[in-house]
């Protein structure tokens, strides 16, 4: 079994990318042959600034081995070290019609609300078509937001494959319904672009700030609540404490007798200790960039021998060759 996944580097990784993607991605390195990559084209439809550009790739490579990622296991690279995925998005882009593309949240989302979209975002998800079929993959571990996206290439690699023959695997979306949408600091889903994160790795003054900082109701400590369930600091403490911790902190919410800025406190320093070895790592990987280096492009010579097979039988089934 084949598992696919691609995050952006458009910025610090926050929990929301954690629960929703990286760790699930993690956890399936153990079930199947891991491919996952940095999508550094992906990010050129909004990051305009070269050093950004490289910088946060760099991020991501260290904030994703640091998180577990083992490139032993697993293949990891960046996007932009396969290119053979721009022939392939070429080729499925004339398979694919606009109105597909006109429905996708990612392009008309931005649209709606008057941000400048370029035909790089309108046609974001071919690219990401590409990504998924050249590598024959069967899952994609994915958060909620990019369902559509995986729907989308399934419908094109099906249009494919009708035209000119069984070229591609049809992929799955695989999404954790716990943690599909993982609310940020202000309830929304938390996203970079909503500026509601908690980043996974960064200053621990800032991030206990972000923390305590988190606004609540006007209730008074002792009032029961009966809505526990629905707090926002019991929901992301259900992510990062043990189960029992937080069905306790959440039954003394409700019971009435614990105060707000207690729960918060419980969450910052679980959330802190969560991620205090994947810090440490972070730190050994931060101070030996040749080996980051040396990962990446061991895992693009890794992609781009499976690349380079599978986009020579797209090109032979679409006469081409
Ligand atoms: P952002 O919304 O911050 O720009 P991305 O779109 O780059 O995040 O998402 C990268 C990956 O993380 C995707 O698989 C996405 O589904 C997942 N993801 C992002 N935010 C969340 C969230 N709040 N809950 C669950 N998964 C998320
Ligand atoms: N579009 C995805 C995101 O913004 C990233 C991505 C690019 C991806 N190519 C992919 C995810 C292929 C899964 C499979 O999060």
Redesign the pocket.
């Known amino acids: 079994m084949r598992i696919?996944?691609?995050?952006?580097p458009s910025g610090a990784l926050h929990l929301g990318n954690y629960f929703g993607?990286m760790r699930p991605a993690i956890e399936l390195q153990e079930k199947g042959e891991a491919f996952y990559f940095i999508?550094n084209y992906?990010s050129m439809t909004s990051l305009f600034d070269a050093a950004e550009r490289r910088k946060n790739t760099l991020d991501v490579a260290l904030d994703f081995l640091a998180c577990g990622l083992d490139p032993k296991r697993s293949v990891f690279w960046r996007q932009s070290d396969v290119p053979e995925v721009c022939e392939l998005t070429w080729m499925l882009g004339t398979l694919t019609p606009m109105g597909l593309l006109e429905r996708c949240h990612s392009f008309k989302d931005k649209s709606a609300k008057g941000i400048p979209v370029n035909h790089g975002l309108f046609a974001?998800p071919v690219?990401?078509a590409a990504?998924?079929l050249l590598f024959d993959s069967n899952i994609?571990p994915?958060g909620r937001d990019?369902k559509q996206?995986v729907e989308v290439t399934r419908d094109i690699a099906i249009k494919f494959n009708e035209a000119y023959g069984h070229t591609f695997v049809i992929p799955e979306p695989q999404i954790k319904d716990e943690t599909a949408a993982v609310p940020g600091l202000d309830g929304q889903k938390m996203s970079k672009s909503y500026g509601n994160t908690i980043e996974i790795f960064g200053d621990e003054k800032a991030l206990r700030k972000k923390i305590m900082g988190i606004v609540m109701d006007s209730r008074t400590p002792a009032e029961p609540k009966p809505d526990a369930e629905k707090n926002l600091a019991v929901q992301l403490l259900r992510l990062v404490a043990p189960a029992d911790v937080a069905a306790d902190f959440e039954n003394r919410l409700r019971a009435g007798g614990l105060g707000y800025g207690d729960l918060k406190k419980a969450l910052f320093e679980h959330y802190w200790n969560h991620f205090a070895a994947a810090r440490a790592r972070r730190a050994e990987l931060a101070a030996n960039l040749d080996h980051v280096e040396s990962v990446l492009r061991d895992g693009a010579s890794r992609a781009r021998t499976v690349a380079a097979k599978v986009l020579k039988r797209a090109r032979q089934a679409s006469g081409l060759e």
């Open positions: 696919l996944s691609g995050i952006q993607m999508a992906h974001y690219l990401m990504d998924i994609v994915v990019q996206h």
